[in-house]
């Protein structure tokens, strides 16, 4: 992911829902810092689950929402092999995710063209 790349926002309903504020994240393991994902945090709080449709990077996480949620894999660190998250069905909104482990991760925030 060290090649400079260029994201733009996912524009939805629930971008919309959560005021209409993103940012891009480097999601990075917090054991060896490696980063694990682009991925684009709508609204404030905490990041607890990355949603499957929000992760622009590493190719193999990208289309994940497309598969069956008990054929998607745990979230790894492909670096030092550490989970980092578990897939799931977020009930409220009913939408694929990955629960995060506490204090797996580390976000650090990303220009749209980095």
Do not use: W
Not at 54 to 62: D, G, N, Q, S, V
Request: charged share 35%; glycine share 6%.
């Amino acid at each position: 992911m060290s090649k400079k790349t260029s994201f733009s926002f996912k524009r939805d309903k629930y971008k919309a829902t959560r005021g209409g504020h993103s940012r891009l994240l480097n999601v990075c393991c917090r054991k060896c810092e490696n980063i694990v994902a682009v991925y684009q945090k709508d609204g404030p709080g905490d990041l607890r689950r990355m949603y499957m449709d929000r992760i622009f990077a590493p190719a193999e996480l990208t289309d994940l929402q497309d598969l069956s949620i008990k054929d998607a894999p745990m979230l790894k660190c492909k670096k030092c092999g550490e989970v980092l998250g578990t897939p799931y069905i977020y009930p409220k909104e009913k939408r694929k995710a990955f629960r995060l482990y506490q204090d797996a991760v580390i976000k650090r925030l990303r220009k749209l063209s980095e």
